[in-house]
């Protein structure tokens, strides 16, 4: 029983790991042109990065600061959350 709730732990982390790769791909590769500027896929309003930014990313379009530390911070976030559902996933199918 407990090897199959590891198998059920890494189906649902795997999962999760695709979405969250949709939603980078979605916010930070997709941009359409409205009336007023440029959006994001998410809808966000994007604007031209700051000059520190700039000289990392050339070409890059901005979606604020705000949004910006929302999707680094939940980045980070889920990349422990799913690591940590991948290392009991492995716990529990007995894989170490």
């Known amino acids: ?6 198998y059920i732990i890494l189906g649902i982390a795997l999962i999760s790991i695709v979405g969250f790769i949709y939603y980078v791909f979605k916010g930070y590769f997709i941009m359409s042109v409205g009336d007023d500027g440029f959006y994001d896929g998410w ?13 990392i990313w050339s070409g890059f379009q901005f979606p604020g600061y ?6 680094v911070v939940g980045f980070w976030i889920f990349a422990a959350v799913c690591g940590g559902l991948i290392k009991l996933s492995a716990h529990l199918r007995g894989v170490e």
Do not use: C, V
């Open 43 to 55: 809808g966000r309003k994007l604007y031209d990065p700051p000059g520190w930014m700039e000289m």
């Open 1 to 6: 029983m407990k090897k199959l709730w590891g």
């Open 66 to 71: 705000k949004w910006f530390i929302i999707d």
